[in-house]
């Protein structure tokens, strides 16, 4: 079974039609932040980087009064052209930018570049983070047009090898005065038509030059070791070593007995045995290891590509779609969400609120705010303070809270993350087990305690063989085969001291439970999986997406106190519905016919334009891409409420402002401005915190929108339906 959440609908003066007295917003709305009896449901000091509520570049440090139309004033917060640092980027010097480093020096000039930018060029953008590259590169605009991308509907589907290319001047004139080059900018059309070469030709690849050019979005795989050196490393054990040394030893001695003098030892000619047998000990252990070393590192290999393989959101051909990380490409145009890690390197095109941790990369622990290209050019061609604005989106980082696109610029070894990567690529060995730690500490205290007693032995009968040497009368030969036996028997304690079958113990006992563990699909990143599963005595387990499908779908709500929806209670008959007043309790498929139709407009307005989810076709079915709340709000609004496609219920509003989800103040707020001038706030997050912030509720749905207040009893009574609903193990949103 998928998991439920509950669809409560509390519609408060705010998300009225503005018309009405109750509902609008008034000048005095406007003239102070958005509250609800002066309790703010939204912190603005967020708000600020949003280009809607920045500084117009055109107003300098001391021009404090922005376009009302290009922005919310909302006065009391504090001016922030009194937190930039006033410094321009005339005065961070005139030197090239993107002057070729000579150890990459072949990063710089690629043979027969359809593109008007090289990796090399698009690198010095970061490490470290350089706006003067950027205006040298013709900002936003210029790699746009020497990618040949576009921002809003990025690369096409249809896109194979390129005709003709882009020259790095034409891209770049609007900037060229400020880093003067050689020669002048073509007057002729940006894309040249250029001769076939033999490494430009037709390919039915997609993106066969910007694959050349730029690489893909993978990094160069980790050499595999062979069986020969996974054998020699597996040889290089101790207590292996000292046990081919002892079998060595017994096999000499015991090929001495039997056949160096015939006829003086009796008995059967077996004594070389014991040497053979212990060497072929050691050679079990050496190639029983190795093989189940070689098939893992063989199946982990398989596993990382697997593993690092993950989805991104990104825009082809004017359509959002989910690829493979590893589809990622330089001039693609990527979604930024929070939560998202960041798969390649890029500029921020556009967003709302983006904040990045960049400290995996940078070492950095401050969040980093982002503003958008053209905000930063505007700023950079008005002459305004740049030293603290940053556009650069760095792979390898997190997006901490915020939505918005960005240019990808750099892939695979080309990117931050990606260079870091290959620089530390070193062979790290793998670590043993616990259990192998505390069994190769055993064997070698055993292996030190079996010497010892072995050394004291020997030293004891050699003294005792020393002091009957005078005495006794046998013959030389039979002196030495009285010391041979002194040895044979210290050489006898040590190979019975040392444990030889705990290597290969270890081995086969770790390989037959990783064999077992595959049976099931689980495929073991570390073998001390085992071990640690083994020694646990409680389990937790995330329920959602691990015991359960991770797919919501809307079973029940309440709009206000007048109404409730939900799913039919075949044992009753009736309506499942939560224990409050004279409410009218209806279906799921009935509840657009029982709602008027400004009510269900704005129902489907507050869903579809408050979210982020986007819709794609997946195996000719319609289906909705990010948070499974928001895809099981959005999926109700079409089955049940009539909504139209979600691109096109956004590009019908005239979007102001995302306020993105925040653990913090747990909701989510969108800002759209109406026909009339006036502003609408649609909101949904914690039902329990939004009921608290509300101070007026809707009266009947069933005819055009119209709140009175929020008593007490009103309040109480939605409550005790919120605690009723997560009572059935439903989760609870609420929408205003």
């Known amino acids: 079974m998928g998991n439920s959440i509950v669809f409560r609908t509390i519609l408060p003066h705010l998300a009225e039609k503005p018309s009405s007295p109750s509902s609008s917003f008034s000048s005095a709305h406007r003239q102070r932040s958005i509250s609800i009896e002066n309790r703010p449901l939204l912190s603005f000091e967020s708000r600020l980087a949003s280009p809607y509520n920045t500084l117009q570049p055109t107003s300098r440090g001391n021009d404090k009064s922005p376009?009302?139309?290009?922005?919310?004033?909302?006065?009391?917060?504090?001016?922030r052209a009194s937190s930039l640092d006033h410094r321009s980027l005339s005065s961070l010097g005139h030197d090239d930018p993107l002057k070729a480093d000579p150890v990459e020096e072949h990063k710089f000039h690629v043979e027969d570049n359809p593109f008007a930018s090289s990796p090399g060029q698009l690198s010095k953008l970061f490490n470290p983070k350089s706006l003067t590259a950027f205006w040298a590169l013709g900002g936003l605009h210029g790699l746009v047009l020497g990618l040949r991308t576009d921002c809003s509907s990025g690369l096409s589907l249809d896109e194979m090898a390129l005709d003709g290319t882009v020259e790095f001047d034409e891209v770049t004139a609007t900037t060229s005065s400020a880093f003067p080059r050689k020669g002048k900018p073509s007057p002729r059309g940006l894309v040249r038509s250029t001769t076939s070469s033999s490494i430009r030709h037709a390919s039915s690849e997609r993106y066969v030059d910007r694959k050349r050019v730029f690489g893909t979005s993978r990094l160069p795989e980790k050499k595999s070791k062979n069986l020969l050196q996974i054998m020699w490393m597996t040889f290089n054990d101790k207590v292996?070593?000292?046990?081919?040394?002892v079998a060595a030893i017994s096999l000499g001695l015991g090929l001495y007995q039997d056949f160096g003098q015939s006829g003086r030892y009796g008995g059967p000619k077996v004594r070389w045995v014991e040497g053979v047998t212990i060497m072929a000990a050691v050679a079990i252990v050496v190639v029983v290891g190795s093989l189940n070393d070689y098939q893992k590192e063989r199946q982990f290999t398989k596993l990382n590509k697997k593993k690092d393989d993950r989805i991104v959101r990104a825009i082809r051909s004017g359509k959002s779609m989910q690829i493979s990380i590893y589809d990622v490409l330089a001039g693609g145009v990527l979604h930024l969400e929070a939560g998202d890690l960041v798969p390649a390197d890029g500029v921020l095109i556009s967003g709302h609120n983006v904040r990045c941790d960049e400290s995996s990369v940078t070492?950095?622990?401050?969040?980093?705010?982002?503003?958008s290209g053209d905000d930063v050019m505007a700023r950079i061609e008005a002459g305004a303070s740049v030293h603290k604005l940053d556009l650069f989106i760095i792979s390898g980082s997190k997006v901490l809270e915020?939505?918005?696109?960005?240019?990808?610029t750099g892939v695979g070894v080309h990117s931050s993350y990606g260079k870091l990567i290959v620089a530390m690529a070193d062979d790290a060995e793998t670590t043993p087990t616990p259990l192998q730690i505390k069994l190769n500490i055993m064997a070698k205290q055993i292996a030190k305690l079996g010497c010892a007693v072995a050394l004291l032995l020997f030293v004891a009968l050699f003294i005792k063989f020393l002091a009957h040497l005078k005495r006794d009368h046998d013959a030389p030969a039979q002196k030495v085969q009285d010391f041979i036996q002194i040895v044979i028997v210290a050489i006898t304690i040590i190979v019975i001291a040392v444990p030889e079958g705990l290597p290969l113990a270890v081995t086969l006992a770790l390989a037959f439970a990783m064999t077992r563990m595959l049976k099931d699909h689980n495929l073991l990143r570390a073998l001390s999986s085992c071990e640690t599963m083994g020694n646990a005595t409680a389990i937790c387990s995330d329920k959602t997406g691990t015991l359960t499908m991770n797919?919501?779908?809307?079973?029940a709500g309440s709009l206000g106190t007048a109404c409730q929806f939900g799913r039919i209670n075949h044992d009753?008959?009736?309506?499942?519905q939560a224990a409050f007043g004279h409410s009218v309790a209806v279906t799921s498929s009935d509840l657009a016919s029982l709602l008027s139709t400004e009510a269900r407009d704005v129902l489907v307005q507050s869903i579809a334009i408050n979210s982020t989810a986007f819709e794609s076709k997946e195996d000719d079915q319609h289906a909705f891409i990010g948070s499974k709340t928001e895809s099981a709000l959005l999926s109700f609004a079409k089955e049940h409420l009539g909504m139209r496609p979600v691109n096109e219920e956004r590009a019908n509003a005239n979007l102001v402002q995302i306020f993105?989800?925040?653990?913090?103040?747990?909701?989510m707020a969108s800002v759209i401005r109406l026909s009339d001038g006036t502003y609408r706030i649609y909101v949904k997050g914690a039902s329990e915190i939004l009921l608290g912030k509300c101070t007026r509720i809707v009266a009947d749905v069933t005819k055009p929108i119209k709140s009175t207040e929020l008593t007490e009893d009103n309040r109480s009574s939605l409550a005790n339906a919120i605690n009723d609903y997560a009572s059935k193990s439903l989760r609870t949103i609420g929408i205003v």
């Not at 376009?67 to 504090?78: E, F, K």
């Not at 070492?363 to 503003?371: A, F, L, M």
Request: net charge positive; proline share 6%; charged share 25%.
């Open 660 to 667: 993105p989800f925040d653990s913090g103040r747990k909701c």
């Open 67 to 79: 376009d009302p139309h290009n922005l919310l004033a909302i006065p009391g917060t504090r001016s």
């Open 240 to 245: 292996l070593i000292i046990l081919t040394v």
């Open 363 to 371: 070492g950095e622990s401050d969040q980093k705010r982002k503003s």
């Open 402 to 408: 915020g939505t918005g696109t960005y240019l990808v």
């Open 572 to 576: 009753q008959g009736n309506v499942e």
């Open 551 to 555: 797919k919501m779908t809307v079973v």
